[in-house]
T-cell receptor, first 111, second 111 residues
Framework: DAKTTQPPSMDCAEGRAANLPCNHS???????VYWYRQIHSQGPQYIIH???NNETNEMASLIITEDRKSSTLILPHATLRDTAVYYC????????????FGKGTRLSVIA | NAGVTQTPKFRILKIGQSMTLQCTQD?????MYWYRQDPGMGLKLIYY???????DKGEVPNGYNVSRSTTEDFPLRLELAAPSQTSVYFC??????????FGPGTRLLVL
């Protein structure tokens, strides 16, 4: 599975959009981009995933560049409860290989 | 649905003791996983299973054993506890190699 690069930390003002970048320049054509987050001491929580089209659900939006080498997770109106570590993971969905977690981005939402 | 449940929530072990961490899911998922997370680090895969009777090693399997006799349960066994096994352990499940759902974790301290 392709490796990802994320900034170690970011700050965001409460109520503003949080834009979390992820670089995956070696991604293959059949690899999906997954986003999870981990709120302090809790188990990771699935947020969203996509292949090449932009995706949106009740939690967030995922924007994937046309060349698929990078993506951005957008939390449209960040709240204090969105403070967490966010993990960007690239993997082949059909393969029997589990997720590989890196160190992620620590997002701090500030009042 | 309760989702993924783990017991115990917290345990202190002495060096050389053994214990079993329990994990149960009620979503009829065929895939189950065990991860460990050391302080300030990402998750590392210990073992995983793609169905009852089938298990495979992850990134850090040494010192652990697993079994999968039913779809619902995936216990993790520590035979001879060592201080290096002090960590938070997360169990997860998925329907196929897709989105994983995590339990709340078991915090283990080996002294």
């Amino acid at each position: 599975d392709a490796k990802t690069t994320q900034p170690p930390s970011m700050d965001c003002a409460e109520g503003r959009a949080a834009n979390l970048p992820c670089n995956h320049s070696t991604i293959s054509g059949n690899e999906y981009v997954y986003w999870y987050r981990q709120i302090h001491s809790q188990g990771p929580q699935y947020i969203i995933h996509g292949l090449k089209n932009n995706e949106t659900n009740e939690m967030a939006s995922l924007i994937i560049t046309e060349d698929r080498k990078s993506s951005t997770l957008i939390l449209p109106h960040a709240t204090l409860r969105d403070t967490a570590v966010y993990y960007c993971i690239v993997r082949v969905a059909a393969r029997n290989t589990p997720l590989v977690f890196g160190k992620g981005t620590r997002l701090s939402v500030i009042a | 649905n309760a989702g993924v449940t783990q017991t115990p929530k917290f345990r202190i072990l002495k060096i050389g003791q053994s214990m079993t961490l329990q994990c149960t899911q009620d979503m009829n998922h065929n895939y189950m996983y065990w991860y460990r997370q050391d302080p300030g680090m990402g998750l590392k895969l210990i073992y995983y299973s793609v169905g009852a009777g089938i298990t495979d090693k992850g990134e850090v399997p040494n010192g652990y054993n697993v079994s999968r006799s039913t779809t619902e349960d995936f216990p993790l066994r520590l035979e001879l506890a060592a201080p290096s096994q002090t960590s938070v352990y997360f169990c997860a499940s998925s329907y196929g190699p897709g989105t994983q759902y995590f339990g709340p974790g078991t915090r283990l301290l080996v002294l």
